[in-house]
């Protein structure tokens, strides 16, 4: 059932079994699994089936560092969660975003992607997607193949398009009926109550922006409230310990990853590749599910340049750009010369060098098992996504200025290093290098702004991970294998907050798969 | 001379004594004349116009290769094996022949950027030799 949170008497107590804090992927998720299960559930969501703008200025904060987003932009606080407005782009991480990458400090997960594989498969049943099958032969037509590289440095690999799940949508009806589980709305967490020794929570105190205060008592307790507002609810619970609860090593808030997209090289082609690229400008679909096919450096690439995870699409930048709907990757002509001039290109230039290169790699055509037309000179452009490496210094802290509820606001400070902009600069030379020896084209060098060292253009991917980081040892994690906070024996945290490292792909299927983990050992504790 | 040398070659190329080919040749190389290859690749793009804009850059970034014998014999890697079968070769083989060097050359990492675009140090060479000649 779901229940107005501003109905409720004054110091209304709620005693459930398994309390969930957020009612978006993770928590849903997690909520869902544990529909008619012998015990109660009680599920509390900050705000209520639509969208309020005075809960959403709940989540407004500073930014520091790197230029990001409005926090209250790129997160929902309703019914949903930030699934309301994501794009629906699915692939798990990849085996080399779990392993200890000497090159990498910070890097490693405590178990390896195959521990997570049983997880992925159930998670795409919620989200939506085909076979748990990333296959690109899958996709790949006669007419929109995958291009065949020559050697083993790049590949092409696919990631599914959920719908996207609006979880809030798909969900609520199971989750009102489940006889088991209530669920709260407009119920804002604002302190954790712990012993006195910190090792256990006793109870949440609650409000609504009407002023109503009560409380919740469980045995275990799951915030799910996403990556900077898990590490603010544990940071402002500091009335036992003053640093913030579970966070006597100085991890909580610590480690914010975040995808850094960015442009990279533009893309002459040599073949026509507008009329085969395809699967990677449009995506093509298999079983009914539309996946999307892009470039990544296989992970002996990696490994041996010593990069960070990362993913390059490619783009049509021509006049007749191929509008997704998705921001950013629609290109009009007017953009497109602007794309050319901030990479310090010339337009006519590049026309005499598509003249040169035809005639070069026109020999080359034949590896390339489409038929050749003759290239109308339109640029592709290369945009990437890249993991973000494990930085203490990029992380979410409190700011004296409080919100309407009296609860501190959050400073998120995104910091990048020079991991990061090798990872795009050598991915983008790779890339080039590889598409001149199979006789794709030319590409141009990253461009970077001289104000900022970096791409101009470049920008989150409104992702947000890492804050209550897991690893086995307290003094490098916030919580251990299965989500528990290490120092308190009752309180788990689910999603994207508690990710080691980011790779570069898109968090949400993997958000589920944890959250379906978790539900799991939760389950397994309550008998 | 140099006209005559060229006809020499001429009759040599359209001549089907194999035999003697290869040491006439020989000769015409080591006589200091890789003017028929300069020639050859000078006029390797139909665009010759396309290829020039893009030597020109090249060139103003690289001034030490101004100089159309200098880049034969790095395109050739002094390989006189393979100067004398491009000679050899028909303009189909040719093309083939160095689509082969440039593809090499990105496969091994021998690339450099002109005006921001990465480029193959063979594809880049030849239309310096279009600026040259």
Same mark, same amino acid.
């Given at each position: ?225 996403? !990556? #900077?507002?898990?590490? %603010? ?5 500091? =009335?036992?310990?003053?640093?913030? &609860?579970?966070? $006597? ?114 020999? !080359? #055509?034949?590896?390339? %098992? ?5 290239? =109308?000179?339109?640029?592709?452009? &290369?945009?990437? $996504? ?142 | ?133």
């Amino acid at each position: 059932m779901f229940i107005d949170a501003r109905t409720l008497a004054k110091d209304t107590q709620i005693d459930t079994d398994v309390c969930i804090v957020g009612a978006g992927a993770a928590g849903i998720t997690i909520a869902r699994e544990l529909i008619d299960k012998p015990f109660r559930v009680c599920l509390l969501e900050s705000g209520g089936l639509g969208r309020h703008e005075d809960t959403q200025a709940l989540y407004r904060g500073n930014i520091v560092g790197f230029p990001y987003y409005p926090l209250d932009l790129i997160r929902l606080r309703y019914f949903g969660g930030t699934t309301n407005h994501w794009t629906g782009a699915c692939r798990p991480l990849e085996e080399i975003d779990f392993e200890t990458r000497p090159e990498i400090p910070h890097s490693g997960w405590p178990f390896p992607k195959s521990h997570l594989d049983p997880f992925y498969q159930r998670a795409h049943h919620l989200c939506q997607l085909g076979p748990y099958d990333y296959n690109p032969a899958n996709w790949e037509t006669e007419e929109n193949p995958c291009l065949s590289m020559v050697g083993n440095r790049v590949a092409t690999a696919i990631h599914q398009e959920s719908p996207p799940t609006r979880f809030g949508q798909v969900y609520r009806e199971e989750i009102e009926q489940a006889q088991n589980i209530s669920t709260y709305l407009f119920a804002n967490v604002v302190e954790i109550g712990t012993t006195a020794a910190a090792d256990r929570v006793t109870r949440l105190s609650m409000a609504t922006l009407q002023g109503n205060h009560f409380s919740v008592t469980a045995r275990f307790f799951i915030l799910a409230t996403g !990556a #900077i507002e898990n590490a %603010r609810l544990l940071l402002v619970s500091n =009335k036992v310990q003053n640093t913030g &609860l579970g966070n $006597q090593h100085d991890l909580v808030g610590r480690f914010f990853m975040e995808h850094l997209s960015t442009p990279g090289g533009l893309l002459l082609p040599s073949l026509d590749l507008e009329s085969c690229a395809g699967l990677y400008t449009t995506g093509g679909k298999f079983n009914g599910v539309r996946g999307v096919g892009y470039l990544m450096l296989t992970p002996e690439t990696l490994r041996r340049e010593k990069l960070l995870n990362v993913r390059a699409f490619v783009r049509s930048a021509s006049p007749q750009e191929l509008a997704r709907g998705t921001t950013g990757w629609s290109i009009s002509a007017q953009a497109l010369i602007e794309a050319a001039r901030s990479r310090n290109l010339d337009i006519d230039f590049a026309g005499h060098l598509a003249n040169v290169i035809r005639n070069t790699d026109e020999v !080359a #055509i034949y590896v390339y %098992r489409k038929f050749f037309r003759r290239s =109308k000179g339109i640029f592709f452009s &290369l945009y990437y $996504q890249l993991e973000h490496a494990p930085n203490s210094d990029s992380r979410v802290t409190l700011i004296p200025e409080r919100d309407q509820l009296g609860m501190p606001r959050v400073q998120l400070t995104w910091r990048f290093g020079d991991l990061e902009r090798r990872t795009l600069q050598r991915a983008n030379e790779i890339i080039g290098q590889e598409f001149g020896r199979a006789g794709f084209g030319r590409v141009s060098a990253v461009h970077d702004d001289p104000n900022t060292g970096w791409p101009a253009g470049r920008r989150g991917s409104w992702h947000q991970m890492g804050t209550t980081r897991m690893h086995s040892d307290p003094q490098q994690g916030v919580v251990d294998e299965h989500g528990q906070v290490h120092s308190v024996a009752n309180l788990f945290i689910a999603g994207s907050s508690v990710f080691p490292t980011s790779g570069y792909m898109n968090p949400t299927l993997t958000i589920v798969a944890l959250s379906i983990r978790l539900a799991d050992h939760v389950t397994q504790l309550m008998r | 001379m140099q006209t005559t040398r060229r006809n020499c070659l001429n009759l040599m190329l359209g001549s089907s004594i194999g035999a003697l080919t290869y040491p006439v040749l020989t000769w015409l190389r080591d006589s200091g004349t890789s003017t028929p290859l300069v020639a050859i690749l000078a006029n390797f793009f139909p665009d010759k116009g396309s290829a020039k804009a893009v030597g020109v850059e090249y060139l103003r970034s690289h001034p030490v290769e101004s100089d159309a014998e200098l880049l034969v014999d790095r395109i050739f890697a002094g390989n006189a094996q393979r100067r004398v079968e491009f000679i050899e070769a028909g303009a189909a083989a040719r093309r083939t022949r160095l689509g082969k060097l440039i593809r090499e050359d990105f496969e091994h990492g021998r690339m450099v950027q002109v005006r921001g675009w990465m480029l193959s140090q063979t594809e880049a060479r030849l239309c310096a030799i279009a600026v040259l000649v």
